[in-house]
């Protein structure tokens, strides 16, 4: 393959130079444990401070609410189970119909045991119902989670609003913000209602294996891994230092590269949709009407199938995505898009297109100029488009 255009960033990214620099030492120079008393492992322990502190000014919080886990998932199960343990006599969950399957299966499962759950609808362009938010939360609610940004269409939730329905009932808010951190700015000091919040460092040019857990000063707690007294006993394990250091670094960039993916990154993923809105017929950018990240732009090209579309890209190099990538591989259309109400015929075709700041203007002009002439082709085979009046003509939203 000559050439790779990688614009599939909200399912993992490619870490940054600066990362794995800082990361090489603390494989096999500075090992030791941080948690010994000589000054071998001290400094190691001086590290992690760093990039605790780092981490903490991203997201505008005190280094002590930080707590490293191994991932999203794990922030994301902590910060639920955790939340219930310490709440036992409330049995109430509510969370959202899109939310990424760290949270939507746990809390599933959850409701399988005995727990009360409410998952609030969106509408078509993947906004919350906020009516229905206030309906759900009552005083028997233990916990809502609402993700921050949707990893599929990055529709951006009202997270100040929905944290302050959750406290006018008592409850603990969680967001995960897996997709948010490192692409608009948060601040956890400003942020009062939120108690909780999850992030996972390869979405953000750190490692795979290592991701965070806010817990806001004062928050009830149980700890989901118990053992030792890392993390100020709230999740035990011998620290991972690289990764933790790296995921500082990683935090310090994204920091420094904020106006750059709210401004430049915008405008790629802009001329992207617009390019795709011109040129192919029947297409929709799916959020379009929602406040949006800057970087992520969900297309449906109505009678083709996504699977087919990412196939024929891959042979040229384009990496894209059909949805979350930890939902790959499954023939159902996103239940992201299902419940924004997208139609079959364009939820199988939708294709994500989620960039960073190494992407440039050519992969864009590579991407605008690949992407009609195949769904043209698929087009010229697909039965359903030569049927396509028999589906009811062209629905009103396409384009």
């Known amino acids: 393959m000559a050439r790779v255009v990688y ?12 990362v ?48 490293f886990t191994s991932c999203g998932t794990e922030s994301d199960n902590a910060a639920i189970r955790g939340t219930l343990e310490s709440w036992p006599d409330r049995k109430g969950i509510v969370t959202t119909r899109v939310e990424h399957p760290a949270v939507r299966n746990l809390c599933r499962h959850l409701a399988r045991q005995g727990h009360e759950l409410v998952e609030v609808p969106v509408d078509r ?59 608009i700015p948060l601040n956890m000091a400003a942020s009062t209602n939120i108690d909780l919040l999850s992030l996972s460092g390869h979405k953000l040019h750190a490692p795979k294996g290592i991701g965070v857990l806010y817990i806001r000063k004062g928050t009830r707690f149980a700890p989901f891994v118990v053992g030792g007294h890392q993390e100020s006993g709230r999740r035990g394990g011998t620290e991972n230092v690289p990764y933790i250091v790296g995921l500082g670094k990683a935090c310090e960039l994204a920091q420094a590269n904020l106006k750059a993916e709210r401004e430049r990154v915008r405008r790629l993923r802009d001329r992207i949709e617009a390019g795709l809105l011109s040129s192919v017929p029947n297409s929709i950018i799916n959020g379009e009407g929602a406040s949006r990240l800057p970087n992520t732009a969900s297309v449906s090209f109505e009678y083709v199938e996504g699977e087919a579309i990412l ?33 079959f015929t364009a939820a199988h075709g939708s294709i994500r297109f989620s960039l960073s700041v190494y992407n440039t ?34 629905p009103s939203y396409c384009r």
């Open 361 to 394: 203007e050519e992969d864009v002009d590579f991407i605008l100029a690949e992407v009609p002439p195949i769904i043209a082709r698929l087009r010229e085979i697909s039965p359903f488009w030569k049927k396509r009046t028999a589906w009811g003509g062209t």
């Open 125 to 183: 362009d993947g906004r919350l119902d906020m009516d229905r938010l206030r309906q759900a939360v009552t005083e028997n609610t233990a916990i809502v989670s609402v993700m921050w940004a949707n990893n599929e269409t990055g529709v951006v939730f009202p997270i100040e609003e929905c944290s302050a329905i959750a406290h006018a009932k008592g409850a603990v808010f969680h967001t995960d913000a897996v997709q948010a951190v490192g692409k």
């Open 311 to 343: 196939l024929k890209l891959s042979k040229l190099g384009i990496c894209a995505s059909s949805g979350s990538a930890c939902t790959s591989g499954s023939l159902e259309p996103s239940h992201v898009l299902r419940a924004m109400g997208v139609p």
């Open 20 to 67: 794995v620099a800082e990361m090489l030492p603390y494989f096999t120079e500075l090992y030791g444990n941080p948690s010994s008393m000589h000054e071998f492992g001290g400094q190691v322990e001086h590290k992690i401070a760093q990039s605790r502190a780092r981490v903490a000014a991203l997201i505008g919080a005190d280094p002590s609410e930080i707590v």
């Open 7 to 18: 614009v599939d960033n909200n399912a993992t990214t490619r870490v940054a130079d600066e």
